[in-house]
């Protein structure tokens, strides 16, 4: 059906204070992905799903940072104790996931979630 | 470690005269290299990718692996070029894990 689908598209929250960003891939996509841009950046890696497999947390800046992920569906970005340096759009993706790794794959992105920390 | 450099922030150039978006690149292994799109208001998209030897809206890049570059190029750019480009590598971490090191992109200004 639709492609990648994120929300809140837009989320202003106070320093300190916990936020949660979702993402619904496109059905059937295994590899799911989480990336960050700062204004005047460019894509950060955050956090890599792939199947049942353990996520690759490499990308993650801190232990604030965490997601989880609903089998091969939804998954949710988390926040804790938000900080000013952490407003950013918040930009996930999914893909195919059928080689095993994603080298080669396309990407196909959501709209991203636009967070600001006052 | 693996870095994606794009030196241009902004890039803007007359309908019709040919562009180059340079990309440069850091990487040990063989890298997978690609270019993602951005269009006002639309979502990222994948432009293309080495691995497919393909030109897509006119666009093609070359890997040089001697100058660790994938400059993307079209002869002669249209309006509906303007966008903001990002090159991608795509690089093996070990142990089965790869990431996708994207540069800070370059934004594309086609001035009629």
């Known amino acids: 059906g639709a492609g990648v689908s994120q929300s809140p598209s837009n989320k202003v929250t106070e320093k300190g204070k916990d936020v949660e960003l979702r993402c619904d891939p496109i059905?059937?996509?295994?590899?799911l992905y989480w990336y960050r841009q700062r204004l005047g950046q460019g894509l950060e890696f955050l956090i890599y799903?792939?199947?049942?497999?353990?996520?690759?947390k490499s990308g993650l800046p801190s232990d604030r940072f965490s997601a989880e992920r609903t089998g091969e569906s939804v998954s949710t970005l988390t926040i804790q104790r938000t900080q000013q340096e952490d407003s950013a759009v918040y930009l996930c993706?999914?893909?195919?996931?059928?080689?095993?790794?994603?080298?080669?794959?396309?990407?196909?992105f959501g709209p991203g979630t636009r967070l600001l920390v006052l | 470690a693996q870095r994606v450099t794009q030196p241009e922030k902004l890039l803007s150039v007359f309908k019709g005269a040919p562009v180059e978006l340079k990309c440069n690149y850091s990487?040990?292994?063989?890298?997978?290299l690609f270019w993602y799109v951005q269009y006002s208001r639309q979502r990222l998209q994948l432009l293309l990718r080495?691995?497919s030897r393909e030109s897509i809206k006119g666009f093609t890049a070359d890997l040089n692996k001697g100058e660790t570059s994938f400059h993307l190029k079209k002869p002669f750019a249209q309006e509906e070029d303007s966008a903001m480009y990002y090159c991608?590598?795509?690089?093996?971490?070990?142990?089965?894990?790869?990431?996708?090191?994207f540069g800070k992109g370059t934004k594309l200004s086609v001035i009629p």
């Open positions: 993706a999914s893909s195919f996931g059928t080689s095993g790794s994603w080298v080669g794959e396309t990407q196909y």
């Open positions: 059905s059937g996509h295994t590899a």
């Open positions: 799903f792939q199947g049942n497999s353990a996520p690759d």
């Open positions: 990487y040990s292994g063989s890298p997978e």
């Open positions: 080495h691995i």
């Open positions: 991608a590598l795509s690089g093996h971490l070990g142990a089965g894990s790869y990431q996708l090191t």
